[in-house]
């Protein structure tokens, strides 16, 4: 093998080892890793249905197209995979002098799709590396079938309660209708137990949609409701019952919050898009301004519930606990393109395209 030889082997072997590699993060690795390749994917089937979406006139008919980025992008990552280790494997057959080009390159889409059609067992290399992109091969169908229940089974979870949650806080789901309906039917009295529910549902989806996080994109089965809509409803609530509504305070709301702007960080922070990593108030401001709250507060009065007098310290205390997820729910609001919904996806900033390379990230 001359040095050529050798450097053309190496270069086809760290081809399918990366491949390998991005497969593993993305099937089997239980924790949220990169994939450069994952990354391009996804970045260029977003510019695609982006621009299809430019000839969508209707929300409704930009959320048909959106609804099959997801999909597509993860489909798309099968053949890509099954491509690249394919040229990897025609790079050593050719290194190792098997044949041209041509003839290497159908002999590794035989080996890798065990087709069978072509083999070259005149060497025991040769065939060591026939048997290990066969292997190979069957692995991958083996990871894919085994990948998609456990992701639908993920979105299955994250749907059963954005969809409960539409009978409480209407749709689009909203603070007001929400405390109004359970001050009418249940009492204030039994929000602790929404709010703990609600608590773990934060932590399902920051595993969930970071080990997973084609999910982030998968939209609800309706197209007014989004799992990131729904979060901010609901720490939007919390936020306004623990600052201005005048029950015992509960530990529970202030727990589900935390949950909550936790599994929004760590899902943006997963995309790289840059936010602030401890925002305060009033240093950092927030979207939803005082005469917002302040109506807010008169029409939950006017429903007859317990609203605190000190609207200065309450609208001290929601800033405080909003500023603390502002941020970053209307980014993820843009990234998914959240169906509308107040003080969510009604202002949330216009968001670049997702970078196809992962980027260092910058906080502001």
Not at 245 to 263: H, K, N, T
Request: net charge neutral; charged share 20%; aromatic share 12%.
């Amino acid at each position: 093998m001359t040095p050529f030889q050798l450097l053309i082997f190496l270069l086809g072997a760290i081809t399918a080892l990366l491949t390998i590699s991005s497969a593993i993060s993305t099937f089997i690795l239980p924790r949220a890793a990169r994939s450069q390749l994952n990354r391009l994917v996804f970045g260029l089937m977003r510019r695609l249905i982006e621009f299809i979406m430019h000839f969508a006139k209707s929300y409704r008919r930009r959320d048909a197209v959106m609804a099959y980025y997801a999909p597509l992008s993860l489909m798309l990552l099968v053949p890509t995979w099954y491509v690249l280790i394919s040229l990897g494997y025609t790079a050593m057959y050719w290194s190792l002098g098997v044949g041209d080009w041509l003839t290497d390159f159908r002999l590794s889409g035989s080996s890798l799709l065990t087709l069978g059609s072509i083999t070259a067992l005149d060497s025991f290399w040769v065939s060591a590396l026939e048997f290990t992109e066969a292997m190979l091969g069957l692995i991958m169908v083996a990871l894919l079938i085994a990948y998609l229940p456990t992701m639908y089974a993920a979105f299955s979870r994250r749907e059963q309660a954005v969809n409960m949650l539409e009978i409480r806080a209407g749709n689009p789901p909203n603070p007001y209708d929400m405390l109004t309906r359970y001050y009418r039917i249940h009492g204030l009295n039994q929000l602790g137990d929404y709010w703990r529910s609600w608590e773990s549902w934060f932590a399902d989806v920051e595993e969930s949609h970071t080990t997973l996080p084609a999910l982030v994109f998968f939209r609800s089965p309706k197209p007014n409701n989004s799992w990131v809509t729904a979060a901010g409803a609901v720490l939007d609530t919390a936020a306004i019952t623990l600052s201005a509504v005048d029950i015992p305070y509960e530990m529970s709301g202030a727990l589900c919050i935390r949950a909550g702007f936790l599994a929004l960080h760590g899902i943006t922070d997963y995309f790289d898009i840059p936010h602030p990593d401890d925002p305060h108030f009033p240093a950092d401001p927030i979207s939803i301004t005082r005469e917002e709250f302040e109506g807010l507060l008169d029409r939950l009065g006017e429903a007859g519930l317990p609203v605190k007098k000190d609207r200065e310290q309450a609208w001290m205390d929601f800033a405080g606990w909003r500023v603390n997820y502002d941020r970053v729910l209307l980014i993820l609001c843009s990234l998914v393109m959240a169906p509308p919904a107040p003080w969510s996806s009604d202002r949330a900033p216009k968001l670049k395209m997702l970078p196809i390379w992962i980027r260092k990230k910058k906080h502001s």
